[in-house]
């Protein structure tokens, strides 16, 4: 029993000695004060939570949205030149008329639901979504159009107008 006693205080007393060594030895480095596991520590990525995402709101709208803020923006880029006075009907209330010549030009007559007659030159803008007449040649008008597809990118559309006979 005695013996058991004596190897006892002998582990006991190294244990002691070993831990007063090693709190007096003065560490050289920062990761011997930081335990190992500590040291294997992954630092978390920044979320930018201004553009998160939210996973419970339709995909559609947020593209629907980014594209009609693109879209606004381009039209106030368009904003600076004067606005014509075909800007502000639709086009499916616009009819061509009649389509002639003045010099090289081609030149077109568009007429309102109300019976008023416009004249208008390849450049000149007509319809709600900044259609820029492209090409005029002697039965129809052609412009292009910037509208939103379902991808949310905004797309070039071409829409025509044709003379229609006067009798119908």
């Known amino acids: ?89 639709d086009l499916s209330t616009l009819k061509l008329v009649a389509t002639y010549s003045m010099g090289k030009d081609q030149v077109a007559m568009i007429e309102d639901a109300t019976g008023k007659g416009y004249t208008v030159r390849r450049g000149n803008y007509m319809g709600k979504n900044n259609g820029r007449i492209e090409k005029i040649d002697s039965s129809t008008l052609y412009l292009v159009e910037q509208i939103i597809n379902p991808a949310g990118d905004i797309v070039d559309n071409q829409v025509t107008l044709t003379l229609k006979e006067v009798n119908e």
């Open 1 to 89: 029993m005695s013996r058991i006693f004596i190897v006892c205080c002998y582990i006991f007393a190294s244990i002691q000695l070993a831990v007063a060594a090693d709190s007096a030895a003065t560490p050289d480095t920062d990761t011997e004060l930081i335990p190992d596991a500590m040291q294997r520590m992954q630092k978390a990525p920044d979320i930018d939570f201004e553009n998160l995402r939210d996973p419970f709101a339709s995909y559609l709208a947020l593209v629907a949205r980014r594209g009609r803020a693109i879209l606004d923006d381009q039209r106030l880029r368009l904003a600076n030149r004067d606005r014509e006075i075909l800007e502000t009907f």
